[in-house]
């Protein structure tokens, strides 16, 4: 079984600043990638940041130059370290693990429960 433990989330002014981990552990065998998605109340889940493994991190155009996605491999944690916030940052913040537990395996998904970022005055 594998789990992710998300933390960082919370109420920020505008212009502010947060960062969110995400620790994966359990029977992970191989990461492909880890991310973070973003929902907002009727809205669609979106992705904010994904970091390949040993490809280049990618960004959603709403947060290029504000928000950067970094990677301990040694820890299987990603963070996203959110600056410059804006109330339309505002949503549940989920982290994304795509992996192998088998050499041979299939690619699999794994959710966390997602982190509540609040941008407001």
């Known amino acids: 079984q594998v789990q992710l433990v998300e933390s960082g989330g919370g109420l920020v002014q505008p212009g502010g600043s947060l960062r969110l981990s995400c620790a994966a552990s359990g029977s992970i065998r191989s990461i492909n990638a880890m991310g973070w998605y973003r929902q907002a109340p009727g809205k669609q889940r979106e992705l904010v940041a994904a970091?390949?493994?040993?490809?280049?991190?990618n960004y959603a155009d709403s947060v290029k130059g504000r928000f950067t996605i970094s990677r301990d491999n040694a820890k299987n944690t990603v963070y996203l370290q959110m600056n410059s916030l804006k109330p339309e940052d505002t949503a549940v913040y989920i982290c994304n693990l795509r992996y192998r537990s088998r050499w041979s395996g299939p690619e699999l998904d794994r959710w966390g429960q997602g982190t509540q970022v609040t941008v407001s005055s």
């Open positions: 970091s390949p493994t040993g490809g280049s991190p």
